[in-house]
């Protein structure tokens, strides 16, 4: 049997050299780990739809525009994802976790000291080369 994919839009919300990143919460997979903000992709939405729908439930943040950065797909064993990364750089609002989660405006040269899921290692690298 194919392993089931869960569809992710995962927004690198950017401004002025700075990235705006949130804690997962413990109880959540990959729990306790920093993450760029984002969800899952609902049946029949677009990225971009499911993009600005999340980032407003989780950071308050309304979506004008993005830029596709990259497609990761990833396993971890017990789940299986594809990362529709896109860098979110047209927005409006003032970032802040708003879901109770810890959230906080990190520089791009200072990423590396946070932990994030496996996946996003790669996310990570790309980030620091464009913005370098
Ligand atoms: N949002 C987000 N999810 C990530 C990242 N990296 C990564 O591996 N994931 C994985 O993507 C999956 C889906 O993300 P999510 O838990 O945010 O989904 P969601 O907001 O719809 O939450 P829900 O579980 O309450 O429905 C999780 O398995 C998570 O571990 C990341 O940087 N951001
Ligand atoms: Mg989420």
Redesign the pocket.
């Known amino acids: 049997m194919t392993k089931k994919i869960?569809h992710?839009a995962?927004g690198v919300i950017y401004k002025d050299q700075q990235l705006f990143i949130c804690k997962r919460p413990d109880d959540?997979?990959?729990g306790g780990l920093w993450?760029?903000?984002?969800?899952?992709v609902e049946q029949g939405e677009s990225v971009f739809a499911a993009l600005q729908r999340?980032l407003l439930e989780e950071v308050n943040l309304t979506v004008n525009g993005s830029d596709e950065l990259m497609v990761i797909e990833?396993d971890y064993g017990d789940?299986c994802?594809r990362?529709d990364v896109h860098i979110v750089d047209n927005f409006t609002g003032e970032a802040h976790g708003a879901e109770g989660q810890q959230g906080k405006w990190v520089p791009i040269n200072e990423l590396d000291y946070y932990v994030?899921?496996a996946?996003?290692v790669e996310i990570v690298e790309k980030i620091k080369q464009r913005f370098k």
């Open positions: 869960v992710v995962v959540k997979h990959q993450e760029f903000p984002g969800g899952k999340e990833h789940k994802v990362l994030f899921p996946a996003n």
